[in-house]
């Protein structure tokens, strides 16, 4: 999301509760240094308006603006300003001064990283400069015991409160990164793995085939006349065929399994630890669930399965010769007649593959 062009209203949204919050606490404490020195009616009205009114004016001015984003920045910016311009109204009284400057700081730094973090600071010096020349240069070192309990749920409260903020924003962050992760490895249409994934994880099972000396075997599923069934039922039927196989798949394979849309209408399973008995009975039962598929919408609809298998041999030199004879069974399978589950046999590979019929 582009929040530079209009579209940052969640970063106002998140903002918000905790300018409310903070808003309310930094009054507790602007007011009890200001109390002692005799302040005139404007400045408690600003006071006022500045520690219950802005949150609110500020969330509206920012979330109706056609960059809400940016919008938001100069508001950060403000509080900045008002920040600086407090702690020379409260004659620079080192413990509440430092306690809201140090929290507005922490909104930048966590709002913007560096960059707000310069400006923020930049907004400080002037609103002190104006605090300065409106109010005079007074410098009040000493902490009353009232300022000190009034500055107390500003250093303790707010923090909790803004870190909760941080916490919610990286869970939802991370949540979101889960999800782009889950996306860049799946299949839109039927929710496995899609093509490049599933060989990345081939490759990568073909490598502890080698060192373990496991065992593994690879299925590749075709759906027999699938170009047919989409002419003569439409896409819709033809999407629907799709999903149906991959929800039978997702049923029949055990958990270790890891099933993907290799393209089209082809499909792959890899079976770690698995023998091709095993291997070969699991596809069996998978080409009679889909041959027994019937739809009273469509009576007249047939749909079969072609299987390859091809189990892990020690002298494949890679895995893309190991994916070939899987290719080279279901080729097979096809040439003999579709609807029928076949495995490359051991002694078909011979580093030429010369053994299946062309």
Not at 240 to 245: G, H, K, V
Request: with cysteine; aromatic share 10%.
């Amino acid at each position: 999301m582009d929040i530079r062009s209009g579209k940052g209203v969640s970063f106002v949204r998140r903002i918000y509760l905790p300018r409310i919050f903070g808003k309310a606490m930094s009054l507790l404490a602007v007011a009890a240094a200001v109390w002692p020195l005799d302040a005139s009616i404007w400045l408690w009205a600003l006071m006022l308006f500045n520690g219950l009114a802005w949150p609110h004016v500020a969330f509206l001015w920012a979330s109706r603006s056609a960059s809400p984003y940016a919008a938001e920045r100069r508001n950060l910016l403000i509080d900045s300003l008002m920040a600086g311009f407090w702690a020379a109204a409260m004659q620079f009284n080192p413990l509440p001064c430092l306690t809201i400057l140090s929290m507005v700081t922490m909104n930048n730094v966590g709002s913007g990283g560096r960059s707000l973090m310069l400006h923020g600071a930049l907004a400080q010096l002037s609103g002190a400069g104006i605090g300065i020349l409106v109010l005079g240069a007074n410098l009040q070192l000493h902490a009353t015991d009232l300022q000190v309990y009034a500055s107390l749920p500003m250093l303790t409260l707010y923090p909790m409160a803004l870190g909760w903020v941080l916490f919610k924003l990286a869970t939802t962050l991370a949540e979101h990164k889960r999800q782009l992760g889950d996306l860049s490895r799946t299949d839109s249409l039927t929710g496995l793995f899609n093509h490049g994934y599933w060989k990345d994880r081939l490759r990568l099972k073909f490598l502890i085939c080698q060192q373990r000396s496991s065992t593994a075997v690879i299925a590749l599923i075709d759906i027999d006349h699938f170009k047919a069934i989409n002419d003569t039922y439409g896409h819709v039927v033809g999407d629907r065929m799709l999903r149906q196989l991959s929800d039978e798949l997702k049923r029949c394979l055990r958990e270790g399994d890891l099933a993907g849309r290799y393209g089209g209408d082809e499909f792959c399973v890899i079976f770690p630890r698995t023998s091709e008995e095993q291997a070969c009975l699991a596809m069996e039962r998978l080409r009679e669930r889909i041959a027994g598929y019937r739809s009273a919408q469509l009576p007249d609809l047939r749909v079969s399965l072609s299987i390859g298998l091809c189990a892990y041999r020690a002298q494949f030199e890679d895995a893309e010769q190991w994916l070939d004879e899987a290719d080279r069974a279901l080729y097979h399978a096809k040439h003999e007649g579709r609807d029928r589950v076949d495995v490359a046999p051991a002694a078909s590979f011979t580093g030429l593959r010369l053994a299946w019929p062309e």
